[in-house]
């Protein structure tokens, strides 16, 4: 019997072999702790790292896209993850103009139900299910960080700012959940 997906970061990874070669970066409490500009300056970081870390940058990235008022992409591998950050991200959507949270709701009926800046959608028994993935929107396109669950808490994955690397990831993600993310259109917020 043939899987009907392969690995997302498998398959970004495919398109750009290189990605592969590059030194891992320990990111964890261990090191320093880096600021999303030293993610920015960085280009390219891969690592294999816990849930700690993850989060810390997760979070960066979410604070960015609250600020710059820019829309921002996230995944959840359970819905016990999502309802986690559920207050954080009920009160976060509210300053971006639009969200998709993405997420393995196994009963789409009871997943969140956020304002309606931001799609819910289930990736249940997609290849996406065990993707943890932030993405925004900076000055050159899409960017952000692509981590699979490796077991045992630990994550195997990247941060990246290029436009084709990222935009990759996406088309990936269009192609599996059958929708469609446009980090380009003009979403506007509205003012109250």
């Not at 409490?29 to 970081?45: F, P, Q, T």
């Not at 299910?129 to 077991?151: N, Q, R």
């Not at 990247?158 to 259109?185: G, N």
Request: glycine letters at 6%; aromatic letters at 12%; charged letters at 30%.
């Amino acid at each position: 019997m043939e899987l009907q997906y392969q690995s997302m970061l498998d398959e970004v990874l495919k398109e750009f072999p290189k990605l592969s070669d590059v030194e891992i970066t320990d990111i964890t409490d261990h090191n320093l702790l880096w600021y999303l500009s030293e993610y920015i300056k960085a280009g390219y970081v891969r690592f294999e790292t816990g849930r700690k870390e993850l989060y810390r940058l997760s979070i960066l990235l979410e604070n960015y896209a609250a600020k710059h008022k820019v829309p921002l992409l996230a995944t959840f591998e359970t819905s016990k993850r999502y309802k986690y950050v559920e207050d954080r991200y009920m009160e976060l959507v509210e300053d971006i103009p639009k969200v998709w949270i993405i997420g393995n709701f196994n009963n789409p009926s009871l997943a969140p139900q956020p304002p309606k800046n931001a799609e819910v959608i289930s990736c249940d028994g997609t290849n996406l299910s065990e993707i943890w993935m932030v993405l925004t929107k900076g000055e050159k396109g899409p960017f952000g960080l692509i981590a699979e669950d490796m077991g045992d808490g630990m994550y195997r994955g990247f941060f990246s700012i290029s436009p084709s690397v990222i935009r990759k990831a996406i088309e990936s993600t269009e192609r599996s959940l059958k929708i469609k993310i446009d980090f380009d259109k003009d979403y506007g917020m509205d003012d109250d």
